[in-house]
């Protein structure tokens, strides 16, 4: 079993940078694929960012602002977010996978695959 635990997450205004941070329980948390989900009201869960065998993957409206990284070390991903815009206001979810029987492509298609889930934490950037 992991547990995810977000935090890290505020209001801010737009242009302004915010650091998530999931922190996992398990021992083979370096082998999971990871990622961030993030969820906007009356909006489908959407992927942000993930993370797979050294290989990141990051949605169009993120890259150039968004990092993922991971501390396998501490058991800890990230999401840097720069340049914080109003639509980038959601809950941020992390999910991790141990991508037995299922590829990571496979993974980033289809959210709900992802056998693990964290609670989010709330994101709002004003104008």
């Known amino acids: 079993q992991v547990q995810l635990v977000e935090s890290g997450g505020g209001l801010v205004q737009a242009g302004d940078s915010l650091r998530l941070s999931c922190a996992a329980s398990g021992r083979t948390f370096s082998t999971y694929a990871m990622a961030w989900f993030r969820q906007a009201p009356g909006k489908e869960r959407e992927l942000v960012a993930t993370?797979?065998?050294?290989?990141?993957y990051y949605v169009d409206s993120v890259k150039g602002r968004f990092t993922l990284s991971r501390d396998n070390a501490k058991n800890t991903v990230y999401l840097q977010m720069n340049s914080l815009q109003p639509e980038d206001t959601a809950v941020y979810h992390c999910a991790a996978d141990p991508m037995s029987g299922i590829g990571w492509s496979e993974l980033r298609a289809r959210p709900r695959a992802w056998t693990y889930w964290g609670q989010g934490t709330q994101v709002t950037v004003s104008s």
């Open positions: 993370v797979s065998e050294g290989s990141t």
